[in-house]
C-alpha cells in the first residue's frame, strides 16, 4: 500500500474500522471498550502524521494493527493495577452482613435440619444418590459409574430426592 496521507485517512477509516472493532472485541471481549480503543488507534494514526508528514506510514493495515493490539494491552494492563471497585471501600462498613443475623443463621440451621431429616426417608440408593450429585457435585455419568447404574437411573432417582426433600420443606413450613 503507499504512504498514508492526511487525505485518505477517511478512506481508511471506513475500510478498516470494522474489522479492528472485531479484532479488539476478541482480544478484550468487551464490545465498548473495543470500539473505544478503535477510535483511539485512528486518532494515534492522525497525530502520527501530523506530528511526523516527512516519515509517511508505509504499511497502513500493519500500523493499525499494531497500534490496536498495543492499546488493547495497555488497557489490560490498566484494569490489573486498577481494577474497578464495585463500591467505594468507605461504604463497606455500612453494607449490613445478612449471614451474620442471628435469626437468619437459626433459620438456615432449622432448614438444614429439615432436609437431614427427609433424607432419611429416602431409600439408601436414592438418598446415595442425592449425596454424590448434591453434596459432592459428581456428575450424573460419575455417580452412575461408582454406584454401578445407568445415568437415566442417576437422573431418576435424584428427582425423587428432590421431590421429597421440596416436600418435606414445604409440610413444616
Do not use: W
Amino acid at each position: 500500500m503507499k504512504a498514508t496521507s492526511t487525505l485518505n485517512l477517511v478512506d481508511l477509516f471506513q475500510r478498516h474500522r470494522r474489522e479492528l472493532h472485531i479484532f479488539l472485541t476478541r482480544k478484550l471481549r468487551d464490545r465498548e471498550t473495543a470500539a473505544d480503543l478503535t477510535q483511539e488507534t485512528f486518532v494515534r494514526m492522525a497525530e502520527q502524521l501530523q506530528q511526523r508528514p516527512e516519515r509517511p506510514i508505509t504499511h497502513s493495515r500493519s500500523y493499525l494493527y499494531r497500534t490496536a493490539s498495543n492499546l488493547a494491552v495497555d488497557h489490560v494492563r490498566r484494569q490489573q493495577r486498577n481494577p474497578n471497585d464495585v463500591c467505594d471501600p468507605n461504604d463497606l462498613p455500612e453494607i449490613r452482613d445478612d449471614l451474620q443475623v442471628p435469626e437468619r443463621m437459626i433459620g438456615g440451621r432449622q432448614q438444614l435440619d429439615r432436609v437431614a431429616e427427609a433424607m432419611t426417608r429416602l431409600p439408601p440408593i436414592t438418598r446415595e444418590v442425592f449425596h454424590l450429585t448434591r453434596v459432592q457435585g459428581l456428575k450424573y455419568r460419575e455417580a452412575a459409574r461408582q454406584l454401578g447404574v445407568s445415568e437415566s437411573t442417576v437422573q431418576k432417582h435424584l428427582t425423587a430426592a428432590l421431590g421429597t426433600v421440596m416436600h418435606h420443606l414445604g409440610e413444616e413450613r
